[in-house]
């Protein structure tokens, strides 16, 4: 078989055929496979039956899978999946929907804001693998957002205002923006501020992208409400339809996405009924992103404590 790819959308996003994910694959499809996520940044595959063990192995080609620690607030005990695996279903380890009012469930609904997976970490995500197992009957589209077409559609202004400036990114900003702003000591250290550059150059194609994602919440040296207002508008701007694929899920689709040049966000769905999506992420390098030296250094816990303003 050979791998092709065919462009599914006027800016961005490609479907990708003649490859078996189940398999192992050789070198010239990893090498193609990743030459399509540099140009297109999301890749889609349909009628891909992969286990849990194929999509980590899959997800290897490309690098080492995140250590998923420190993204959730779900105890260990409750996981419904092995390690390396990111539940992002809206199911319990009992396999059905969780409640309304439990708290891993509003925790979760933070996937419907736009972001950029674990850009609350400093060493943030590099792919994103979505599998979906069960698709739900109503809604639960995930849409893309071009991060490249949106940096490049910026005025010549705006690109100088924001080149060099820095963000603060926390889980405790993106759920804090939905009201969660109750944390357990220990969830507060593992939420802790990281910083991370608003402008990202991609290390293989030189383009660059407006990092943003919900998880940002403050810009080093900006008054907070001033730095939320160009947040926010970057992220309008951003996230026009034109910059827009929306992604209608079939079950046994796969879709990869490079976080370093994209947003993400799923739309509502039914909750009583199940959705069942697994995620493998591929860990990203530090120094893409997180400038080092005496100013940059990670915040104090005083300051992460005050954070979900
Ligand atoms: C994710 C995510 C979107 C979805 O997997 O990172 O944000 O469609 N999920 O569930
Ligand atoms: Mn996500």
Redesign the pocket.
């Known amino acids: 078989m050979t791998t092709a790819i065919r462009q599914i959308h006027p800016v961005f996003v490609g479907e990708v055929s003649g490859v078996d994910l189940t398999l192992p694959l050789s070198r010239d499809e990893v090498a193609a496979i990743e030459a399509g996520m540099d140009r297109y940044a999301v890749l889609v595959f349909h009628d891909q039956k992969i286990t849990d063990e194929q999509q980590m192995a899959f997800s290897q080609n490309f690098g080492k899978l995140e250590d998923a620690r420190g993204g959730n607030i779900t105890k260990p005990e409750d996981k419904r999946l092995q390690v390396g695996m990111?539940d992002?279903s809206n199911l319990g380890k009992d396999g059905r929907p969780l409640p309304r009012d439990s708290r891993e469930r509003a925790f979760n609904l933070g996937?419907m804001l736009w972001?950029s997976?674990s850009s609350f970490r400093p060493i943030p995500a590099k792919y994103?693998l979505?599998s979906a197992r069960v698709v739900n009957p109503v809604g639960?589209n995930?849409e893309f957002a071009d991060m490249r077409a949106a940096y490049d559609a910026l005025d010549a202004a705006t690109k100088a205002e924001i080149e060099a400036l820095v963000c603060e990114h926390s889980l405790m900003y993106s759920r804090g923006s939905l009201g969660m702003l109750d944390y357990s000591d220990e969830e507060r250290a593992m939420f802790k501020p990281v910083r991370q550059r608003l402008v990202r150059t991609h290390p293989v194609t030189g383009r660059k992208s407006l990092y943003l994602s919900s998880h940002a919440g403050a810009i080093v040296g900006l008054p907070t409400a001033e730095a939320r207002i160009l947040l926010r508008d970057l992220n309008e701007h951003a996230t026009r339809p034109a910059f827009v694929y929306v992604h209608r899920?079939r079950p046994w689709d796969l879709v990869m996405w490079d976080n370093r040049q994209m947003m993400?966000?799923?739309r509502r769905y039914d909750d009583t009924q199940p959705?069942d999506?697994r995620?493998t992420t591929v860990a990203g390098a530090v120094a893409a992103t997180y400038l080092g030296g005496p100013d940059m250094a990670p915040q104090t816990p005083q300051a992460a404590r005050s954070a979900p303003a």
């Open positions: 990111n992002v996937n972001h997976d994103s979505l639960g995930t899920w993400h966000r799923v959705r999506m995620r």
